[in-house]
């Protein structure tokens, strides 16, 4: 167990919706991190927060879109919903922002848009 | 830019061999990080080791070895003595610079079965 928990675990929805994510970090980390996987694309970066700030972002949708309150929780909001948005969905969270910090995952939020 | 390659996509091997798993990286910074993680068949990504530019020694860990060359920008990673828990694709990462806020960059993963 990473200590990084994610709700839900699957998501089924429907084209056309718009989810949230929820992601809490280990106890004392400030950084949170937001990446997809799917079978085509693999893993890929999406948000970096750092202590509620934005911190860099990679290749996320402009229908996507995050943020971290003051408890240091992250929710990542998806809408406009498309059956390529399907795929595994994980946060992790590592103490500080710097590239030498390790991230840890959590077990993944699996979204499944029919 | 960065980028990390895992040349093979699947690997498939008997119980009780030695299996090495190839990672090569590019980056033009002179300071980064090296990760690999393992993600079993429940999906989880699980840490097994960061390694930074600085230092090239071989790490072991129990059944488990890594050997880090810069000469050729190669992370390997080496499982000895495979056991059928070891069956599950496993990244190697990439991350710059020691601040700032640079993600990981993986590599596509390699898919080890261990046949018993």
């Known amino acids: 167990d990473s200590g990084v928990t994610q709700t839900p675990k699957h998501l089924i929805t429907a084209t056309g919706q718009r989810v949230t994510l929820r992601c809490s970090p280990r106890s004392g980390d400030l950084s949170v991190y937001w990446y997809q996987q799917s079978l085509d694309q693999g893993l890929q970066f999406l948000i970096q927060?750092?202590?509620?700030?934005?911190?860099a972002k990679g290749n996320i949708l402009e229908r996507f879109s995050a943020q971290q309150f003051p408890d240091l929780h992250s929710e990542l909001n998806l809408s406009s919903l498309e059956l390529g948005d399907s795929a595994l969905y994980f946060c992790?969270?590592?103490?500080?922002?710097?590239?030498?910090?390790?991230?840890?995952f959590g077990p993944g939020t699996r979204l499944t848009v029919l | 830019a960065q980028k990390v390659t895992q040349a093979q996509t699947e690997i498939s091997v008997v119980e009780k061999e030695d299996v090495t798993l190839d990672c090569v990286y590019e980056?033009?910074?002179?300071?980064?990080?090296l990760f690999w993680y393992k993600q079993p068949p429940s999906g989880e990504l699980v840490f097994l080791i960061r390694?930074?530019?600085?230092?090239?020694q071989n790490e072991i860990s129990g059944r488990y070895s890594w050997n880090f060359q810069k000469s050729t920008s190669s992370f390997n990673f080496t499982i000895t003595a495979s056991q059928v828990v070891d069956s599950a694709v496993y990244f190697c990462a990439l991350s710059e610079a020691y601040s700032g806020n640079t993600p990981l960059v993986f590599g596509k993963g390699t898919r080890l079965s261990v046949i018993a």
């Open positions: 390694r930074n530019s600085f230092d090239e």
């Open positions: 980056t033009r910074d002179t300071t980064y990080y």
């Open positions: 992790a969270s590592s103490p500080r922002g710097g590239g030498y910090n390790e991230q840890f």
């Open positions: 927060y750092y202590n509620g700030e934005e911190r």
